[in-house]
């Protein structure tokens, strides 16, 4: 690219980053001052703000790292992590909440998403549905080590992203309490399939970064475990997303650290 030009959706231009090649990437734009000021982050200021894309700039001693808020869902999540590799980011950590499918799993505990089920529309637009949907390793390794680190409990394995919160994550308690056909026992089956959770932007992310031969992972915090009920507490949603963002920040800086 030759021209400091302005991609659409964000309101960035590639000089505006100052050559950040690493970004956070919350589902939430009220979440971002948050988590660029998070430890260790410092001199965090904000570059654009525009529908739910709001994109901050810290720095890791000297060298800066982004945070973009893409909005829920794959289709936002796509533009936004589109957008932020046509200017020059390369490895993308998505930070964000999840519903847990497993027992085992507690409401505070981490999810490093190693792959994702794609029940995503959003993916399919850059690759075949049998493309698969699979973190990079330094990112994995990295958001362990970090959680490992901090002490915060991490479940490492398969992640189930939806385009629905409500019927693709077979949801009763929503307008209706129907559940079409094709999810009524969903659930049982990608918790038989070893999967450990529900969330709904992993699959688009790491599609798109394996496709595009760039490092993408995810750091989820469990808000709920689906096992016991539906309804995502306050408390429980404070605590799921405080612990992800400590771990996706420290992986961040390790990742930083590290000599690719
Ligand atoms: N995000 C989801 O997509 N599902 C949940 O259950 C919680 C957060």
Request: aromatic share 6%; with cysteine; proline share 5%.
């Amino acid at each position: 690219m030759t021209t400091d030009r302005l991609v659409y959706h964000l309101a960035l231009t590639r000089s505006m980053l100052e050559g950040a090649t690493i970004a956070l990437l919350p589902g939430d734009p009220g979440r971002v001052e948050a988590i660029a000021r998070t430890e260790p982050f410092a001199n965090a200021r904000e570059l654009a703000n525009k529908r739910e894309y709001r994109t901050w700039i810290a720095y890791v001693g000297a060298t800066p790292i982004l945070v973009t808020s893409t909005g829920i869902g794959g289709p936002s999540a796509s533009i936004a992590i589109d957008e932020l590799a046509q200017i020059g980011v390369t490895t993308f950590l998505r930070v964000g909440t999840t519903g847990a499918i497993q027992q085992h799993v507690d409401v505070g505990d981490v999810v490093v998403t190693t792959g994702a089920v794609r029940l995503d529309g959003a993916s399919t637009h850059y690759a075949p549905i049998e493309f698969p949907a699979v973190a990079h390793p330094d990112v994995v390794n990295a958001a362990i080590g970090a959680a490992r680190a901090l002490g915060i409990p991490a479940q490492v394995g398969v992640s189930a992203s939806c385009d629905t919160f409500y019927p693709g994550q077979e949801r009763v308690d929503s307008f209706t309490g129907y559940v079409p056909r094709r999810f009524q026992g969903a659930t049982e089956e990608w918790r038989r399939l070893h999967v450990l959770n529900y969330e709904m932007e992993a699959a688009t992310l790491l599609t798109m970064t394996a496709a595009m031969g760039l490092r993408g992972g995810c750091v989820a915090g469990v808000v709920v475990n689906r096992t016991r009920g539906e309804h995502v507490e306050l408390e429980a949603l404070k605590r799921g997303e405080h612990n992800a963002v400590r771990v996706a920040a420290r992986a961040v800086a390790d990742l930083v650290a590290a000599p690719r």
